[in-house]
């Protein structure tokens, strides 16, 4: 049975910090292409960063330099730091796991939701 379980979550001010982590489960890890996506209110779903199997990462334009995605393969684990937080940052955040190759697997977290306000 898979499962990604985030936690760090919580309620921040604006300017502070908080580090998201997905813990996983029943999938070989280390071939998952790992990602952090999050939902606002009224909004569609978006990417926020994602990291490959070798560790390469992408970022979405609005948190480039705020943001900062790492994975560690020996724990199963997938990281969001996430420093300089705005009021728009604010969202349930998801952990994503994607098999590159055949099958092709995609799996979700059941989210951790993120304030950022004063």
């Known amino acids: 049975q898979v499962q990604l379980v985030e936690s760090g979550g919580g309620l921040v001010q604006p300017g502070g910090s908080l580090r998201l982590s997905c813990a996983a489960s029943?999938?070989?890890?280390?071939?998952?292409?790992m990602g952090w996506y999050r939902q606002a209110p009224g909004k569609q779903r978006e990417l926020v960063a994602d990291?490959?199997?070798?560790?390469?990462?992408n970022y979405a334009d609005s948190v480039k330099g705020r943001f900062t995605i790492s994975r560690d393969n020996a724990e199963n684990t997938v990281y969001l730091q996430m420093n300089s937080l705005k009021s728009e940052d604010t969202a349930v955040y998801y952990c994503?796991?994607?098999?590159?190759?055949?099958?092709?697997?995609?799996?979700w977290g059941q989210g951790t939701q993120v304030t950022v306000s004063s």
């Open positions: 029943g999938i070989i890890f280390r071939l998952y292409r």
């Open positions: 994503n796991a994607i098999r590159p190759t055949f099958p092709r697997n995609n799996y």
């Open positions: 990291i490959s199997s070798s560790g390469n990462t």
